[in-house]
């Protein structure tokens, strides 16, 4: 079992950046593929980026390619996102996620693929 525990979250303006961290428990971080969802008010969790276990593998919603980078420090058993060029609508509480993963390789997009959750870091982005 891993808790997860999420933090960087602020207000910024548009066109700022921010990282989140995600700290976990445990000493079998490694063996875990990680993922950020967020949620805005009203809204689904949507999917925003994953990491294999062993990072060699990432993957990203369309929506913030080429603006988040997610990484992983497993020694420092923490996943990172780090997100450039912040927009209002990226505007929601952030969760980091894991899971045990079939494969090195294997990142995963949807919720129901995640055993474990973190509690959220809220994200405001201003125009």
């Known amino acids: 079992q891993v808790q997860l525990v999420e933090s960087g979250g602020g207000l910024v303006q548009a066109g700022g950046s921010l990282r989140l961290s995600c700290a976990a428990s445990g000493r079998t971080f490694s063996s875990y593929a990680m993922g950020w969802f967020r949620q805005a008010p009203g809204k689904e969790r949507e999917f925003v980026a994953a990491?294999?276990?062993?990072?060699?593998?990432?993957t990203y919603a369309d929506s913030v390619k080429g603006r988040f980078t997610i990484s992983r420090d497993n020694a420092r058993v923490t996943v990172y996102l780090q997100m450039n060029n912040l927009k209002p609508e990226d505007t929601a509480l952030y969760y980091c996620a894991a899971n045990t993963p079939l494969r090195n390789t294997d990142v995963y997009y949807n919720t129901d693929h995640y055993n474990y959750w973190g509690q959220g870091t809220q994200v405001t982005v201003s125009s």
């Open positions: 990491i294999s276990r062993s990072g060699g593998t990432t």
